[in-house]
């Protein structure tokens, strides 16, 4: 068996776009959770037991500073698209900035609801959203290219 490698990372230079817009600036928690179960069915005779999946659904459930006083902040784009479908990208470890390492970015639709407003004394006032996936989420990988940080600059090559 062979062994695999990994590469844990610490989300701090992620991608959430909602539309056209990264919000990612805003956000502290980003995640695409998933939902799925069984339903059975008995029926009267002892061999009458069927057990069925569920279909699974999608959710990206994030977690916000409140920003009422920006024109282009989350919580008010939240408030003015709710009830719309937008399209969306979840990139949670953005390694635009070392090209040795690879990266997913996850896209789909998701419909988008507002977030709640206020909060508690002395704290910054934070909101938590989950938005419904339109069907499943597409992730799309982006191979890490060995070796391309160790090249020399073009014009230092003799």
Request: zero cysteines; hydrophobic letters at 45%; glycine letters at 8%.
């Amino acid at each position: 068996m062979a062994e695999v490698a990994v590469r844990p990372f610490i989300m701090r230079n992620a991608i959430v776009t909602l539309g056209s817009d990264d919000f990612a600036a805003a956000v502290s928690t980003a995640s695409i959770t998933n939902s799925s179960g069984t339903t059975d069915f008995k029926g009267l005779k002892p061999a009458a037991v069927f057990t069925f999946p569920q279909a699974t659904t999608f959710a990206l459930e994030l977690t916000y500073a409140q920003d009422w006083s920006s024109a282009e902040s989350l919580s008010k784009w939240l408030w003015d698209h709710q009830g719309e479908t937008v399209p969306f990208t979840l990139n949670p470890d953005d390694t635009a900035t070392d090209l040795t390492l690879g990266s997913t970015a996850w896209t789909g639709t998701v419909a988008v609801a507002p977030g709640s407003v206020g909060g508690d004394v002395d704290s910054v006032a934070t909101a938590s959203v989950t938005l419904g996936i339109v069907g499943r989420p597409v992730p799309t990988y982006t191979a890490g290219v060995p070796g391309v940080l160790d090249a020399p600059p073009a014009d230092d090559v003799a």
